[in-house]
């Protein structure tokens, strides 16, 4: 069974995560790019030019994509038996890293449709 954990950048530097072979860094600035939202939609959101349902609709489709484009990843993410994904944003605020743990367990559990 797949346990997904979430943290802040900044939060996982002071605990020595980065080389952790459970961290993933997904980012559009640093992390990898086939979990990562496009600049546009951040941006968005942080001026207010985009809404929070805007953006999680926008970045559900890039993930269906990613995940039909990129299979053979998404498979190592789920395969693992720990997963923590790193995002810059602050901790109980609105972050893609909590639509994305959303849509792991979803794939995990074969509920998502691709």
Known sequence: MLHIYTIQISKARQLGLGQDP???DTTVKSGDPIFAPAWEMVMGVKKGRMSEEDYARKYYAMMRESYRQ???RWDEVLGRE??????????????HRYLLKDMLICRANQVWAA
């Open 70 to 72: 990129n299979r053979q």
């Open 82 to 95: 720990e997963v923590i994904l790193a995002c810059y944003c602050r901790p109980d605020t609105f972050c």
């Open 22 to 24: 459970r961290y993933l």
